[in-house]
């Protein structure tokens, strides 16, 4: 088994969304694929949203701003990244949403990684 592994984020989850540690990443014997948590490296464009409520049902998500500024909508309060650093953690269960204030980056890590956990709701959870 590989014991060191290296590579460009952006480069590797291009195909997945940006995600490029988790359950998803084959073979299992890769040290990027893992139960435990997910990674992704985000380059949005001003504009660039999910309007749709998603809820993951067993993971917590910690989103981390790298630069630009990027807005997080749930149930009960609109969150804006707007330095680097600067971070929002929510736990499994949570409903959300996000828009791409200008163009930024994004690192989220989602704990743990498991198939299908990711769920796109059918109605607004606003009510």
Not at 76 to 85: A, K, P
Request: proline share 3%; with cysteine; charged share 20%.
């Amino acid at each position: 088994m590989t014991k060191v592994v290296f590579g460009n984020a952006a480069i590797e989850g291009a195909n997945r969304w940006g995600w490029f540690i988790g359950h998803f990443i084959t073979p299992n014997e890769d040290p990027r694929s893992t139960e435990t948590l997910e990674v992704k490296w985000a380059v949005h464009k001003a504009g660039d949203s999910r309007t749709q409520w998603a809820v993951n049902n067993q993971a917590a998500t910690l989103s981390i701003l790298i630069n630009g500024l990027f807005r997080l909508q749930f149930e009960d309060r609109e969150i804006v990244l707007t330095r680097e650093g600067d971070y929002v953690l929510w736990c499994a269960g949570v409903p959300h949403s996000w828009l791409a204030e200008s163009d930024c980056t994004i690192l989220t890590v989602r704990w743990p990684s498991k198939s299908g956990d990711s769920v796109v709701m059918t109605t607004n959870s606003k009510g």
